[in-house]
Structure formats: C-alpha cells, structure tokens
C-alpha cells in the first residue's frame, strides 16, 4: 500500500487507487456483513458514515475487522473526525476502474434482498 500511516498518528492505510485489485474488492463485498455495509454507505448518497451508525449483529471485534478489509481492499475511506472514524464509499475510485461494477453488485444485493425478505 503506497499510502501509509505515521506511527502513532490516526490516519489509516488506504491503497492508492492504481494499487486496488478486482479480485480484492470481489472478495471484500462477498461477506454478507460487508455487503451490508457497502449498501448502506450507497444508500447514504455520498455521505459519510461513522462506525457507530452500523447495527451490525456481529460483536465490536468483527465489525472492525469487516470495516479493515473494506478499507484495505479499497472500498471504502476511512478518516478520523475527533473521536470517530468516518467511513465513506470510494465510488469514483472503483467506477473508474471498473466501470459498472458496483452499480451491478448493489443492484443484484438488492434484489436478492427482496427476493428473500430481507431488509
């Protein structure tokens, strides 16, 4: 990853956008929790999202390690704001180089929603 954190400050690695890969991104949207996450961050039209926001059924530990692999696949932003840590969806970056990609997996993810009943 080409952008790195200082140690000790409170930024966060993010891949530069020429370094994020299809495969990485296929696999970081594939788990239902970060699916999840993903879509709700779409839904929030641009907006920035903290961590809190999210009521995942999963414990503190695993959102955060779901929150890690969106971050470091390339999928998402996350930057600190006083105490909390805003995650924002890295829609330019990932439509840039794969065009259309996300707009179908959102779309697919809401149809089986529907299909099954779900939220």
Known sequence: MTSTAAAGSRELPHPAREEIRLEAVLHALS?????????????????ELSCS?????????????????LRESGVIQQVYRGTAKLNGLRRDDLDGLFP??????????????????EV
């Open 31 to 47: 788990d239902p929790m970060r699916l999840r996450i993903v879509r709700e961050l779409a839904a929030g039209a641009g907006d």
């Open 53 to 69: 926001h999210f009521d995942l059924p999963v414990t503190k530990s695993t959102t955060t390690h779901h929150f890690r692999v």
């Open 100 to 117: 259309g990609l996300l707009d179908a997996l959102l779309t697919a993810a809401a149809r089986q929603s529907a299909r099954l009943g």
